[in-house]
């Protein structure tokens, strides 16, 4: 994909990575990435960010469409990730910029990942404007939204913010802007993504969109740093961004699970089956079959979390403690929960599942669940009896959430 212009003198000079299936090593993409960078052209020609070092050469190339690469006068570093600032030094190099920006945490952030040899360095508070001739850029810090030297820039004369992580999504497309595809699919790929990197900082969400109220900027343009630019949904997806913040309880359990011999699986079945019965929607997943980001992409606005590994030399199974480690990192909140799994002797599962619930903040209304060897049919009518109460528990944390 060649560049693009999004504005006026303000072009789009990122890449697509098509191919790409593991996002930094953690999280599942199905429909690849894209690194974006921008170019804006004034008095001060003035780059946004660069791409993943694998992509420097083709990244130069892009920038060489729209301006001779040693024409750039500074650039501004939002972000120090090696997704967006892997190419840097590659970059300086070859545009030999007369200044680099970046926050306070960044420039320590640089300088703790490259030798910065020479670099004309210097940092940006928040609310910090810098001119680039006819345009300027205001700064905001995010801290840990998602790294420490997290910033967005906004460039009031075109109501554009470039929001670096925020507000992207794992989309490879040949389109740039967000009309392309519908809404609920676009919010889809975005609650992905913040489910699987922004969650465990969703307090600091709220505070963030106060801050940036309170600079007085009128956004019209969103330039995320991941998949598609917003322009006809940036209200859209604002609001978005508080509801993943929140994580307020939807009716829906999301229901994990690992088995050797299909117990645990049948009891993972017989519960699902006990709270659909009671209209809570439920979310199944055999972890062999789903990657973890895949799962908490539904975790977030659950209001349960049900867990169930059969006792495996006296432990969990290794992807029920891979999945439950996963979102222990990413703090979930307001989750209702329930430990379960089927066992041949001395049956630890459910009780260490149990532990490792109330660890992540999990509330447990109900006992663990073990069931020795098979579940035969008065067990399975016990375990749909006990999803059945867990449902009653669920309505009223949904209810609460909502009245509360
Ligand atoms: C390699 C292996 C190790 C096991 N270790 C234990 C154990 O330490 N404690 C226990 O209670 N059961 C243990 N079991 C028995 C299983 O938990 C039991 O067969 C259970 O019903 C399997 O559930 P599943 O059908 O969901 O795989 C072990 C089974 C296998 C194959
Ligand atoms: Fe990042
Ligand atoms: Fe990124």
Redesign the pocket.
Same mark, same amino acid.
């Given at each position: 994909m060649g560049p693009q212009e999004i504005k006026p003198g303000i072009y789009w000079v990122g890449v697509v990575d098509w191919n790409l299936r593991n996002f930094h090593g953690y999280s599942q993409t199905y429909q690849g990435t894209t690194y974006n960078a921008y170019l804006v052209l004034d008095e001060k020609i003035t780059l946004f960010d660069t791409v993943a070092w694998k992509y420097r050469e083709e990244f130069m190339c892009q920038i060489a469409q729209v301006v001779e690469p040693e024409k750039i006068d500074q650039i501004v570093v939002h972000h120090v990730e090696p997704d967006h600032a892997g190419s840097l030094p590659y970059v300086v190099d070859r545009t030999r910029p007369r200044t680099i920006y970046a926050s306070k945490m960044g420039e320590k952030f640089l300088r703790g990942r490259f030798s910065c040899q020479n670099w004309p360095l210097e940092t940006v508070a928040n609310g910090q404007q810098i001119s680039l001739g006819k345009r300027s850029a205001q700064f905001a810090e995010t801290r840990m939204l998602h790294w420490p030297d997290s910033m967005v820039s906004f460039i009031p004369e075109e109501k554009l913010l470039i929001s670096q992580d925020a507000f992207g999504q794992n989309i490879a497309s040949s389109e740039r802007f967000d009309d392309w595809i519908s809404w609920p699919e676009l919010k889809r790929e975005m609650a992905h993504y913040f489910a699987n990197i922004i969650l465990p900082y969703s307090d600091r969400v709220p505070k963030a969109l106060e801050a940036i109220q309170s600079l007085g900027w009128d956004i019209q343009m969103i330039a995320p740093d991941h998949g598609l630019i917003l322009q006809s949904h940036v209200a859209d997806a604002v609001a978005a961004y508080q509801e993943f913040a929140a994580q307020k309880p939807e009716k829906k359990a999301v229901v994990f699970y690992d @088995?050797? &011999?299909?117990? @645990? #699986?049948k009891m993972a079945e017989a519960l699902a089956s006990g709270l659909t019965a009671q209209g809570v929607s439920v979310k199944l997943y055999h972890l062999k079959s789903w990657h973890h980001s895949d799962v908490m992409a539904q975790v977030w606005n659950a209001a349960a979390v049900v867990a169930g590994s059969? @006792? %495996? $030399? $006296? $432990?969990v199974m290794p992807l029920v403690a891979d999945m439950l480690t996963y979102m222990q990192g990413l703090r979930p909140k307001n989750k209702l929960g329930l430990a379960f799994? *089927?066992? !041949? &002797? *001395? !049956? #630890?599962?459910p009780d260490i599942i149990s532990r490792w619930l109330e660890q992540i903040g999990v509330e447990q209304p109900l006992d663990p669940f073990g069931v020795k %060897?098979?579940p035969g049919h008065d067990t399975y009518r016990e375990l749909v009896r006990t999803a059945e109460s867990l449902a009653g528990h669920i309505e009223d944390k949904v209810r609460q959430a909502r009245t509360g």
């Amino acid at each position: 994909m060649g560049p693009q212009e999004i504005k006026p003198g303000i072009y789009w000079v990122g890449v697509v990575d098509w191919n790409l299936r593991n996002f930094h090593g953690y999280s599942q993409t199905y429909q690849g990435t894209t690194y974006n960078a921008y170019l804006v052209l004034d008095e001060k020609i003035t780059l946004f960010d660069t791409v993943a070092w694998k992509y420097r050469e083709e990244f130069m190339c892009q920038i060489a469409q729209v301006v001779e690469p040693e024409k750039i006068d500074q650039i501004v570093v939002h972000h120090v990730e090696p997704d967006h600032a892997g190419s840097l030094p590659y970059v300086v190099d070859r545009t030999r910029p007369r200044t680099i920006y970046a926050s306070k945490m960044g420039e320590k952030f640089l300088r703790g990942r490259f030798s910065c040899q020479n670099w004309p360095l210097e940092t940006v508070a928040n609310g910090q404007q810098i001119s680039l001739g006819k345009r300027s850029a205001q700064f905001a810090e995010t801290r840990m939204l998602h790294w420490p030297d997290s910033m967005v820039s906004f460039i009031p004369e075109e109501k554009l913010l470039i929001s670096q992580d925020a507000f992207g999504q794992n989309i490879a497309s040949s389109e740039r802007f967000d009309d392309w595809i519908s809404w609920p699919e676009l919010k889809r790929e975005m609650a992905h993504y913040f489910a699987n990197i922004i969650l465990p900082y969703s307090d600091r969400v709220p505070k963030a969109l106060e801050a940036i109220q309170s600079l007085g900027w009128d956004i019209q343009m969103i330039a995320p740093d991941h998949g598609l630019i917003l322009q006809s949904h940036v209200a859209d997806a604002v609001a978005a961004y508080q509801e993943f913040a929140a994580q307020k309880p939807e009716k829906k359990a999301v229901v994990f699970y690992d @088995t050797m &011999w299909q117990s @645990t #699986e049948k009891m993972a079945e017989a519960l699902a089956s006990g709270l659909t019965a009671q209209g809570v929607s439920v979310k199944l997943y055999h972890l062999k079959s789903w990657h973890h980001s895949d799962v908490m992409a539904q975790v977030w606005n659950a209001a349960a979390v049900v867990a169930g590994s059969p @006792t %495996h $030399n $006296n $432990n969990v199974m290794p992807l029920v403690a891979d999945m439950l480690t996963y979102m222990q990192g990413l703090r979930p909140k307001n989750k209702l929960g329930l430990a379960f799994g *089927s066992y !041949g &002797w *001395s !049956g #630890e599962s459910p009780d260490i599942i149990s532990r490792w619930l109330e660890q992540i903040g999990v509330e447990q209304p109900l006992d663990p669940f073990g069931v020795k %060897h098979v579940p035969g049919h008065d067990t399975y009518r016990e375990l749909v009896r006990t999803a059945e109460s867990l449902a009653g528990h669920i309505e009223d944390k949904v209810r609460q959430a909502r009245t509360g």
